[in-house]
């Protein structure tokens, strides 16, 4: 019987602590975020968060941010930017300085209902603000005024 106890405790123990990995994943849908490679981007300061985007209209951070975008925020926010109505659709999301504003504190901090339930999780931490610059530069390349 001492035998099967040590096993016990071992799969009780596997088993918590699969079940708290499955809700850290959940908070973000059901993915675990995908590393973006920021490779070409001129590096910023790390630990200065800029409110506008350094990357604005680069054909390099708009084709890195497509492939962070699609790896990482399409499943909620839509193919090519396009929401199907999950999450707001990207698209419509002003250009310049405002939009960059909400956009860098909304991926950074993520956002919450009212009861305090996560809608978006945050991504500072899990980003670096390189990547998060190049999602939002290519977002801004897909503007729709319609």
């Excluded at 350094?54 to 699609?70: C, H, L, R, V």
């Excluded at 939009?99 to 931490?125: L, N, Q, Y």
Aim: hydrophobic share 40%; with cysteine.
């Amino acid at each position: 019987m001492l035998t099967r106890s040590p096993f016990r405790a071992f799969l009780a123990a596997a088993l918590l602590a699969t079940a708290g990995a499955a809700d850290l994943a959940l908070a973000h849908g059901d993915v675990t975020p995908q590393p973006i490679d920021v490779t070409g981007l001129a590096p910023l300061k790390e630990g200065e968060w800029l409110t506008q985007n350094p990357y604005s209209g680069d054909p390099k951070a708009i084709e890195i941010g497509a492939s962070g975008y699609n790896q990482n925020c399409a499943r909620c926010h839509g193919l090519q930017v396009v929401s199907g109505g999950l999450a707001p659709d990207l698209r419509y999301l002003e250009k310049g300085q405002v939009g960059d504003e909400w956009f860098i504190e909304r991926i950074r901090h993520g956002a919450h209902k009212s009861d305090g339930s996560t809608v978006m999780p945050p991504f500072e931490g899990v980003f670096t603000q390189e990547a998060m610059w190049a999602i939002r530069s290519y977002i801004e390349s897909m503007h729709s005024d319609e």
